[in-house]
């Protein structure tokens, strides 16, 4: 079992930058598949960008040039780093895991990103 804890949400101006961590703890393996994805109210959740051991990042159309995705395996910590945030970008930013042996998943608890026009 892995345990994904996020921090790092908060209030932020439209045009500004909030950077999430996401720390792994328990049964993680180095090359589990990380990843970002958001809820926001009345939405379903939605991907954000996931990235691989490796270093190979994907995102979602709509933050692709604006969010980058990194990890620090030493230190079992996945990073989002959002910046030019708009309101629409407001949601719950939840981590995941994703065991490729077993394709299975860990989430966290979720972190509230609020983006004020």
């Known amino acids: 079992q892995v345990q994904l804890a996020e921090s790092g949400g908060g209030l932020v101006q439209t045009g500004g930058s909030l950077s999430l961590s996401c720390v792994a703890s328990?049964?993680?393996?180095?090359?589990?598949?990380m990843g970002w994805y958001r809820q926001a109210p009345g939405k379903l959740l939605e991907l954000v960008a996931t990235?691989?051991?490796?270093?190979?990042?994907r995102y979602a159309d709509s933050v692709e040039s604006r969010f980058t995705i990194t990890r620090n395996n030493p230190k079992n910590t996945v990073y989002l780093q959002m910046n030019s945030l708009e309101p629409e970008y407001t949601a719950v930013y939840y981590c995941?895991?994703?065991?490729?042996?077993?394709?299975?998943?860990?989430w966290g608890q979720g972190t509230q990103v609020t983006v004020a026009a």
């Open positions: 328990g049964d993680i393996l180095s090359n589990d598949i």
């Open positions: 995941r895991s994703r065991r490729l042996q077993t394709d299975s998943y860990s």
């Open positions: 990235i691989t051991s490796g270093g190979t990042a």
